[in-house]
């Protein structure tokens, strides 16, 4: 599992050029958050706990960034949250109602068992577009064609020649 998690880090990292994730620790559990935006595509790579204590910095982070009325996208990578509370849910339901007022959508990626689960449970997996991959959510967010948010350093390391 790690090892998938670190091929799918990889190809965020080579998706958006993210350099290394600063780590914001607390007193309560670890939470790293790490953002990259590119014309209308806001990419954000969440580890640890979208929770109460971490919701706050999210939000602060997110909302500074959708500031910019031509960001339509969010793609999160889920993979490495190991737990969402109800408040962490809130953080990404308000996301998304912000870009889809701009014709955009919030994509999840990478999201673990329990991520998935819980987003069965509250029936939010209707609402967000929910990929196995990364790459899969970058696909769906730059379709051919689309220039404009398609980033220059956009090889899939991945990729087999």
């Known amino acids: 599992m790690t090892e998938l998690i670190q091929q799918s880090l990889d190809v965020f990292f080579a998706h958006t ?18 953002l990259v935006v590119q014309g209308p595509v806001l990419y954000i790579l969440v580890r640890g706990e979208l929770e ?19 960001r339509k996208h969010i793609i999160i990578h889920m993979g ?9 849910l809130a953080c990404l339901v308000n996301a998304s109602q912000t870009v889809k007022g701009r014709g955009g959508q919030l994509h999840l990626a990478g999201c673990t ?3 998935i689960k819980t987003l069965e449970i509250t ?6 577009a929910v990929y196995e991959t990364f790459s899969d959510a970058y696909d769906a ?3 051919p064609g689309d220039e404009a948010i398609t ?9 087999k020649p």
């Open 17 to 34: 050029g993210a350099g290394d994730i600063r780590q914001e620790p607390d007193n309560e559990s670890l939470f790293e958050l790490s």
């Open 52 to 70: 109460f204590h971490h919701t706050g910095r999210f939000n602060e982070a997110v909302e500074k960034e959708l500031d910019d009325p031509s």
């Open 80 to 88: 490495e949250v190991s737990f969402v509370d109800s408040t962490g």
């Open 113 to 115: 068992p329990f991520i």
């Open 123 to 128: 029936r939010l997996k209707r609402v967000f």
């Open 141 to 143: 967010v730059n379709e």
């Open 151 to 159: 980033p220059a350093n956009s090889e899939d390391p991945t990729a």
